[in-house]
């Protein structure tokens, strides 16, 4: 299945992650930044897998679960992906952005998985083969800067269930902005803009890739219509 790569400048790559530039690109943008080394990230990648959820088997591939950019551009190998929904969490622009799609002139926001309620998204499936290579390079986009905790979830597909790694929000991390009003979010989405990209691109970019998936989230949509409505009077 397709590793989701897309023109340099505007998403991250696969190339950008094996290169190991994004963390390069994170600290040329913002050189404050604590970001992880491989060392760090390998170490909480093996924390992970040595202690799966019943009935999961890591040699056999590991579940993720995808609520942002990962489902329409996941930059890792993937061979099964299954609409979901996790319990406990649930999708929410609460992370300041400012080394991605934002910068310190043109903050944005990016989503995470906030406490309570729930969220449908995809799951995507790891294969076993090069496991520990295709999860570094997960780790090297969602973990560099520790804005998000790795944690075993249970992903309820249709008809079965399945443990899962979910990417959730670090609340102890300067870049939690916590709850946000409808407002304030559109307005950073709408002039958020970064070394790969406008922030408005990667919202719109996930409400069409849960759309095309059957899944809606109308939270988003208002936030949608509201960045377009801001832009167009610009």
Known sequence: ???????????????????????????????????????????????MLSRPPRGVDPSRGVWVFGYGSLPWNPCIEVDDERICRIHGFHRDFCLNETDGRGSLQYPGLTLALAPGGACRGIGLRVPGRDLRRELLLLWRREMVTNVYRPRWVR???????????????????????????????????????????????????????????GIRDRHLEDIEARVRALQGDA
Do not use: K, W
């Open 1 to 47: 299945m397709s590793r989701g790569s897309d023109r340099a400048g505007h998403t991250i790559t696969r190339e950008l992650l094996e290169s190991n530039r994004l963390r390069e690109m994170i600290l040329a943008n913002a050189p404050e930044t604590r970001v992880l080394d491989d060392t760090e990230l390998r170490g909480s990648i093996e924390c």
């Open 155 to 213: 992903m309820h597909m249709a008809g079965a269930s399945a443990g899962g790694i979910a990417f959730v929000v670090n609340r102890a991390h300067p870049s939690y902005l916590g709850r946000l009003s409808t407002e304030d979010i559109a307005h950073r989405v709408a002039t958020g803009h970064g070394p790969i990209g406008p922030c408005a691109e990667y919202l719109e970019r996930t409400v069409a890739q849960l759309a095309r998936h």
